[in-house]
C-alpha cells in the first residue's frame, strides 16, 4: 500500500481510500458468524477484494477467495488462526512473531503508539492490543486523521502523522505478516486463509 502521497486533494483522495482499504482489511478477518458471512457475500465486498488484488505487484486471486459453506468458514478460521497445539499455525497476533523482545513489552509498545495518537484499546476488546485487527483499525484511523490535517492545511501536523504511519508498519506490522503468511502457503496455498494473509502482507510491504 503506497505511503507516498502527492500534494493537495488528490492526496486526501488517496488517504482516504487507503483508510477504506485497511477498514475492508480489517472487516474481512472479523471472526465468522452468521452477520460476517453475509457480510462476505456481498457484491461490493468482492469488488473490494478485486481492486485491491489488481494493484499488488505479485498476482494474487481476483476473485475474493472464500470457503463454500459457512460450517467451512468457521472451522478454517478456528483451525488457522485460533485453536492448536501448542499454538494454532498462524495466530493473529504480533508478540508470537515478533521475538525481538518479550511479549509484554510488544504488547505495551503498541499501546504507546495508540495513546501517542489520541486512541486507547476499549475495555470491551476481547483481542490483545498486538492483534491484527487493532493494528489495522489503528492504520486506518492514522490515514483519515492524515487526510483531515490536510485538508485543514496542517502540513506539519499531517507529516508527523505520516511518520507515525510508516514507523508503525516497520515496528509492528511489517515484521510479521510476512512469516504469518509463509506459514499458511506452505501448509496449504490454495486456501483462503493463506490468500488472505498472503494479500495483506504484500499490501504492507514498503513501496519500491
Same mark, same amino acid.
Given at each position: 500500500?503506497?505511503?507516498?502521497?502527492?500534494?493537495?486533494?488528490?492526496?486526501?483522495?488517496?488517504?482516504?481510500?487507503?483508510?477504506?482499504?485497511?477498514?475492508?482489511?480489517?472487516?474481512?478477518?472479523?471472526?465468522?458468524?452468521?452477520?460476517?458471512?453475509?457480510?462476505?457475500?456481498?457484491?461490493?465486498?468482492?469488488?473490494?477484494?478485486?481492486?485491491?488484488?489488481?494493484?499488488?505487484?505479485?498476482?494474487?486471486?481476483?476473485?475474493?477467495?472464500?470457503? $463454500?459453506?459457512?460450517?467451512?468458514?468457521?472451522?478454517?478460521?478456528?483451525?488457522?488462526?485460533?485453536? $492448536?497445539?501448542?499454538?494454532?499455525?498462524?495466530?493473529?497476533?504480533?508478540?508470537?512473531?515478533?521475538?525481538?523482545?518479550?511479549?509484554?513489552?510488544?504488547?505495551?509498545?503498541?499501546?504507546?503508539?495508540? #495513546?501517542?495518537?489520541?486512541?486507547?484499546?476499549?475495555?470491551?476488546?476481547?483481542?490483545?492490543?498486538?492483534?491484527?485487527?487493532?493494528?489495522?483499525?489503528?492504520?486506518?484511523?492514522?490515514? $483519515?486523521?492524515?487526510?483531515?490535517?490536510? $485538508?485543514?492545511?496542517?502540513?506539519?501536523?499531517?507529516?508527523?502523522?505520516?511518520?507515525? #504511519?510508516?514507523?508503525?508498519?516497520?515496528?509492528?506490522?511489517?515484521?510479521?505478516?510476512?512469516?504469518?503468511?509463509?506459514?499458511?502457503?506452505?501448509?496449504?496455498?490454495?486456501?483462503?486463509?493463506?490468500?488472505?494473509?498472503?494479500?495483506?502482507?504484500?499490501?504492507?510491504?514498503?513501496?519500491?
Amino acid at each position: 500500500m503506497p505511503t507516498e502521497l502527492s500534494t493537495g486533494t488528490s492526496a486526501i483522495a488517496e488517504l482516504r481510500e487507503q483508510a477504506a482499504q485497511w477498514r475492508f482489511l480489517h472487516d474481512l478477518f472479523r471472526f465468522p458468524d452468521a452477520r460476517q458471512w453475509a457480510w462476505l457475500n456481498e457484491p461490493w465486498v468482492a469488488e473490494a477484494w478485486r481492486r485491491l488484488a489488481s494493484t499488488a505487484a505479485k498476482p494474487h486471486p481476483l476473485d475474493l477467495p472464500r470457503p $463454500g459453506e459457512p460450517s467451512e468458514y468457521e472451522q478454517a478460521f478456528i483451525a488457522a488462526f485460533e485453536v $492448536g497445539l501448542p499454538d494454532p499455525p498462524c495466530p493473529l497476533i504480533e508478540s508470537h512473531w515478533n521475538r525481538t523482545g518479550p511479549a509484554p513489552e510488544v504488547l505495551h509498545e503498541n499501546l504507546l503508539f495508540f #495513546r501517542r495518537f489520541g486512541l486507547e484499546l476499549r475495555s470491551s476488546a476481547n483481542e490483545p492490543a498486538d492483534h491484527l485487527r487493532h493494528q489495522l483499525e489503528f492504520l486506518c484511523y492514522l490515514c $483519515g486523521l492524515e487526510a483531515d490535517l490536510r $485538508g485543514a492545511d496542517d502540513a506539519d501536523r499531517a507529516a508527523q502523522i505520516a511518520l507515525g #504511519r510508516e514507523e508503525f508498519l516497520d515496528r509492528h506490522v511489517r515484521c510479521w505478516l510476512p512469516p504469518a503468511a509463509a506459514v499458511l502457503r506452505r501448509m496449504a496455498p490454495d486456501e483462503w486463509p493463506a490468500q488472505w494473509m498472503s494479500l495483506l502482507a504484500e499490501l504492507v510491504a514498503p513501496s519500491a
